[in-house]
């Protein structure tokens, strides 16, 4: 596995340390979704890295990206409290075990998506910049 699959893998798995929330890796959304809502986790993009020589290095600012849903009465409640465990659990663990150099999310900006006949989602894709380092820039 290559080091980028690797940090995003281990990205997935931080995520699903969020309680009661599933978190899908690339998929589609689901017709239905879980009470305590969902995740999707999107690779995003690498970025234009930058290289330093001596050795050779590549260093990435890659922004991957977390697709929040949340349904029912009590969407604005579940998508802050959503919203909250995903900051929890990236303050907790910063660096993935060591895989990058520092993680940080960006705010997200939700919106409220109506749905006929049923109660509406609230959504938000929450930017996650992954800093890190590799000796090869397909890696």
Known sequence: MSPR???????ADLMRTVPHVPVLRGEVLPERVPAAGL?????????EPGV????????????AEIETVV???DRDTAFATLCASIGAAISAERTLGGLCDW???EAPRPVDL???G?????AAVITVVLHYSTADPLG
Do not use: C, N, W
């Open 52 to 63: 330093t020589l001596s050795p050779l290095r590549y260093h990435f600012q890659h922004r």
């Open 5 to 11: 699959e690797t940090i995003l893998t281990a990205l």
């Open 71 to 73: 349904q029912g009465a």
């Open 39 to 47: 995740m999707i986790l999107r690779d995003g993009e690498p970025g």
């Open 103 to 105: 993680v940080e999310a």
């Open 118 to 122: 049923a109660a509406s989602l609230k």
């Open 114 to 116: 109506p749905i006929e």
